[in-house]
Nanobody, 127 residues
Framework: QLQLVESGGGSVQPGGSLRLSCAAP????????IGWFRQAPGKEREGVAS????????VYADSVKGRFTITRDNAKNRVYLQMVNLKAADSALYYC????????????????????WGQGTQVTVSS
């Protein structure tokens, strides 16, 4: 069973930065595209960013383009989400998810395309 563990969340002021990490120990990481999703209380889950299995293709939600950057290190079985210029609207529980994919194509930000999910890490942006 593939397990994903998120870390790096916290509380920051508007304009601040955070780097989230998604770890996936013990499996063939490069067989999976990874996505980041978020869900705020009372709102639907939203796809934030995805990265293809080898890192060559990335997809971003319009709401985070230019502020968030997704990267991966397959040697370390980790995916990162660097977030800068954070806004109050970015406050949410952030999840990483894995979808089986061995092709270098953009992976969709659709939750049903991902078979495995982490437990989430909280991001709070407030003054």
């Amino acid at each position: 069973q593939l397990q994903l563990v998120e870390s790096g969340g916290g509380s920051v002021q508007p304009g601040g930065s955070l780097r989230l990490s998604c770890a996936a120990p013990g499996f063939t990481f490069e067989d999976y595209a990874i996505g980041w999703f978020r869900q705020a209380p009372g709102k639907e889950r939203e796809g934030v960013a995805s990265i293809s299995s080898l890192g060559g293709k990335k997809v971003y939600a319009d709401s985070v383009k230019g502020r968030f950057t997704i990267t991966r290190d397959n040697a370390k079985n980790r995916v990162y989400l660097q977030m800068v210029n954070l806004k109050a609207a970015d406050s949410a529980l952030y999840y990483c998810a894995a979808g089986f994919s061995t092709t270098e194509t953009p992976y969709p930000l659709i939750g049903s395309e991902y078979a495995y999910w982490g437990q989430g890490t909280q991001v709070t942006v407030s003054s």
